[in-house]
Structures are given as C-alpha cells and as structure tokens.
C-alpha cells in the first residue's frame, strides 16, 4: 500500500474497532480526509464500518501479522 495514512488505519484496527475521529487524530488528518481514505479502504474490502450513534466504528478485515513485512 502506498499510502502510509491508509496503512496506518489498517494496523490500527487490527485488534480492535476504531472510530473515524481517532483515527484522524492519529494520523494526523483532517476528518473528512480520514473518511475519505476509510470508503476507499471499505471499497477494497479492507475494513468494515459500523455506525454507532453519531461515530463511525472502523475495524480491519485483514489480518496483517500473517503478512511477512520487512523494513528494509
């Protein structure tokens, strides 16, 4: 993934739902960025989003720790 916002979300939803605004203040993204990527990522299957009253609840549908990722 060429994006690391992107991939961040998806690390950060591995183990537990994150919502749309912790995920911007994390990333360091303005809000309607961060919901911009997360369609893009619920598009391509990646996540899954839950709405919870008035917060977006983000959760990963990749399991990233069976990837083999090496920083070089």
Do not use: H, W
Not at 17 to 30: D, F, G, Y
Not at 55 to 63: H, Q
């Amino acid at each position: 993934m060429a994006n690391r916002s992107r991939f961040k979300m998806l690390e950060m939803t591995q183990t537990e739902p994150k919502t749309v605004t912790e995920l911007s203040k994390v990333t360091n993204l303005a809000y309607n960025k961060c919901a911009d990527y997360v369609s893009m990522l619920e598009k391509e299957g990646l996540i899954e989003k839950k709405r919870l009253g008035r917060e977006t609840m983000v959760k990963s549908t990749v399991d990233l720790s069976k990837l083999k990722i090496r920083s070089r």
